[in-house]
């Protein structure tokens, strides 16, 4: 039988487990944390062990299994959590989701890599849990003290819909020894009332025999999550008689309410949510036919309007309310697309974790925002960018705590990560309380390298552009950190091919702030449909500020460099579209044309000079780089409802090339706020 399709999935799993468990972790170290995060981790550490032991990764299991002896000491209260505990249990959790990429990737991790670690683990269990339980170092009780268990087992009652079956795991049970059994009726409901899916049942089994505690754990490790469990040892001097009486006392479930942490009734009597596990081809060809039916409702609409109004009224009406309703159905499966953003900074606490470690650094990273959705598109490219800024945060910014204890500081430094939804787009921010960009060092190493002119004079904000540059590095020295130039250009780069934006707010000793700008979806777009010459170009909605018609008096012309427009007290360059792009027939004119003002990272505000405005319209992303190649300016295309293909403009690609011929705007900066 061929098991692929169960490994992919059980590596699915794993990885939505050790996210979980990175967040139990993660507020257990701020102190957030309650008896369900400590039940939340066990669950999650306990599930990638079974799946493990299915496919056989033993080295796992075995480290899963001292990580899950610890936990469960700490869940029962004989342990308290403390800051060594905790990095413990993440160097733990680093491992298991080293090993599960190795495993995936078909490769095999050094040998005995886990050993140090186990066994600092094993001792923590071990020496901090006092007499009561010193015994207990490795999660079981030793075969030879006890002369057998008792199990109380109560499932919950969604317990057979998820495809468990108690008999099973008798025979598992009977397997290890004698086993008898006393059954708890009480929880039976009227007959009326019986829903014949679920489990009402509850059992005490007797396990006779000196069997480790371990393998009885082994017996239901797949139902942990579906009932109340209590495993109980009977010690060898135990009398037989005594067993009897505890088996036989009113009702087992009184004791197994017990036993169980408090709370744990009223979790498993909690709704589930229902969730189904959909293969992303399949998602991706969805998107894709909602993307066709956008552009031929387009067209539908179009041919509607050639029609006179009183000819046929109610196609008129049921194109309007098809417009609405696809636009639902649009909304409804790009979110099923998007997923939660936790997925890439879920990898970032272990980076800054061994990063500071390299750079002897003390660093605090605070994430939140994490359940922001966007695109699943968007959230694969994010990690490269990300772990730029981080690196670059913490090699660059965050100073060696003893420079931070004399400038008055606290040794740690904090790391930021934040993402929001604000608007149609996702605002992700990496700030820190480090030293911020030191501008008088940018400028020199600039012109050292010949970037910019050595009499070139600039503004904060045109010296901060400076570390955006190619081959750009204030780094004294090459090290394995940084040093060689490349990184900030190449962020720079990945963010604006995701349509998205970057900019850098520093203040020099009080630390920096970089936010990036993205677009929710890459697959659909509202877009601003205008005409230059006897074309049709589309605008993203996200980028327009204002768009108007200038008075010629505040157009202003620079000789050899264009024009700018005069608004508010600044000026905004000015750039005709139909030069840029080559287009005949065009106003030429910008006082008889009309000027839509963008945002842009490198020159702030643009003045793009287009002949009409048409309309606002959905419009369905094509890539050209997949079916044609790259086109400096241009973004994609789409098809409009007359059929024909309307070219979408990249605005910051537009941007980088009017720079070089555009005058620099006069006005005041713009900030990284302008994002918002």
Known sequence: MN??????????????????????????????????????????????????????????????????????????????????????????????ADMLSAERAGEVLPEGEEAELAAALAQAAAVSAGTAHAPVAVGQVAAETVSGWLIRFRPHPAMFRNANEPLLLVRELRRLGAVSAVADLSGLPALSQLEPEDAYVAWSFTLEGPVPRAKVEEVFEFVIDDCDLAIEPIAADDAASDVDADV??????????????????????????????????????????????????????????????????????????????????????????????????????????????????????????????????VVEQLADPLIHLLRNALDHGIEPPDVREAAGKPRQGTVHLSAEQRSSRIVIEISDDGRGIDRSRVLTRARERGLIAPDAVLSDAETDELIFLPSFSTAATVSAVSGRGVGMDVVRRNINALGGRIAVESRFGSGSRFLLSLPLTLAVMDGLVVTVGAEALILPISAIVESLRPPAADIHALPGRGAVLSIRGGYVPLLPLHERLGIPGAVNDPARAIVVIVETDHVGRLG????????????????????????????????????????IMDIPGLAAGASATSPAPQAAPQSAAALH
């Open 248 to 377: 036989s006392i009113e009702g087992p479930q009184v004791a197994v309410a017990a036993a169980v942490p408090p709370g744990a009734m009223s979790r498993s009597e909690a709704p589930v949510v229902q969730s189904v596990r959909v293969d992303v081809g399949k998602v991706d060809r969805l998107v894709n036919l909602v993307g066709e039916l956008v552009i031929n409702q387009a067209m539908l609409v179009q041919l509607g309007s050639q029609l006179p109004p009183d000819l046929c009224p109610g196609l008129i009406g049921g194109l309007e309310t098809l417009s609405q309703h696809l636009r639902e159905l649009q909304e409804g499966v790009m979110a099923i697309r998007t997923q939660p953003v936790r997925s890439v900074f879920a990898r970032m606490p272990r980076l800054v974790r061994e990063l500071s470690a390299q750079l002897g650094k003390e660093v605090r990273l605070v994430i939140t925002g994490e359940a922001t959705e966007i695109d699943k598109t």
């Open 608 to 647: 793009l000079v287009v002949d009409d405005l048409v309309g606002q319209q959905q419009v369905v992303v094509k890539s050209l780089e997949t079916n044609y190649g790259p086109i400096d300016g241009i973004g994609g295309a789409t098809i409009l409802g007359n059929g024909r293909v309307a070219l």
């Open 3 to 96: 098991f692929d399709h169960l490994r992919a999935t059980y590596f699915e799993e794993s990885a939505e487990l050790l996210e979980s468990a990175y967040e139990q972790l993660a507020a257990l170290a701020e102190g957030r944390a309650d008896a369900e995060t400590v039940h939340a981790l066990f669950r999650a550490i306990h599930s990638v062990k079974g799946g493990g032991g299915a496919f056989g990764f033993d080295r796992l299991v075995a480290l899963a299994h001292v990580m899950e002896t610890l936990l469960d000491l700490l869940r029962d209260g004989a342990l308290e959590f403390n800051a060594g505990l905790i990095t413990l249990l993440l160097r733990g959790t680093d491992l298991l």
